[in-house]
Every structure is written in structure tokens, then in C-alpha cells.
């Protein structure tokens, strides 16, 4: 990511050591990752934002393109249009004929696991503290 050899490292860790002492140089590393931690959960949530707002844009843009194209379709085929709206309108709408309505599949039945006829265990009363 750095692009940092081991000997970088290595002098890294000499200067560390000098500077810090070697009585708190895990205390330092701690406090260290603790922040690196909270530098990689804020930039996650930034990045998630981000990828949201991007996401929300893209349906947007989808929505107005598939609307733009519905009302060209529907401005081609006005017949078709028509009768779409007579069978969402309900009390204008023509019945259906008997040959296309298809009957109703039956259910499966499921096996079902028997009931066992077990008394139920009484509850156990907490031991008092010692």
C-alpha cells in the first residue's frame, strides 16, 4: 500500500524504541491501532455513504429511462394502451372467458412431525448465593 521495505521498517522500529522507550512502546502501539481502527470505520461509513448516493443516482436515472421508454411504447401501440386501462378500471372491463380462467392447483399436504406426549419438565428454582 506504503510501499515501505523492511528496512524502512526496521529504522522505523529503532526510532520508536529511542523515542518512545521500551516501556511504552506497546502502550503507543495500542493507542496507535485503536486510531488507525477508527480512521478505517469512518473512511467505511464515508465510503458506504458514497456508494449509496451513487447507487440511488444510477436507479433514478434507470426509472426515468424505463418511464421515457413506456410512454413511447405506449404512445405507438394506443390500442394496447386502451385496453390496459379498461382491465385495471375494473367495472368497464369486459369478463373474462371461462376457458382462460385456469383452475386452482390443489395444495401438497406436508408431513407433519407427531406430538410428543411428554409432561413438560418443572422449572428449576435458582440456588441462593453462597
Not at 37 to 59: D, Q
Not at 88 to 98: M, N, T, Y
Not at 113 to 125: C, E, F, G, I, L
Request: proline share 8%.
Amino acid at each position: 500500500m506504503f510501499d515501505i521495505g523492511w528496512d524502512e521498517m526496521l529504522l522505523t522500529a529503532i526510532v520508536a524504541i529511542v523515542v518512545i522507550g521500551p516501556k511504552d512502546l506497546p502502550r503507543a502501539l495500542r493507542v496507535a491501532g485503536q486510531w488507525l481502527g477508527k480512521v478505517r470505520r469512518v473512511s467505511g461509513h464515508f465510503r458506504a455513504g458514497i456508494e449509496s448516493m451513487i447507487r440511488e443516482a444510477e436507479i433514478e436515472e434507470m426509472e426515468t429511462k424505463w418511464r421515457e421508454q413506456n410512454e413511447a411504447i405506449m404512445r405507438e401501440h394506443p390500442i394496447a394502451s386502451a385496453e390496459l386501462a379498461l382491465d385495471g378500471a375494473g367495472a368497464g372491463a369486459e369478463p373474462v372467458a371461462a376457458e382462460a380462467q385456469q383452475p386452482a392447483k390443489p395444495k401438497r399436504k406436508t408431513a407433519s412431525k407427531p406430538v410428543s406426549k411428554k409432561p413438560a419438565s418443572k422449572p428449576r428454582k435458582p440456588k441462593a448465593p453462597a
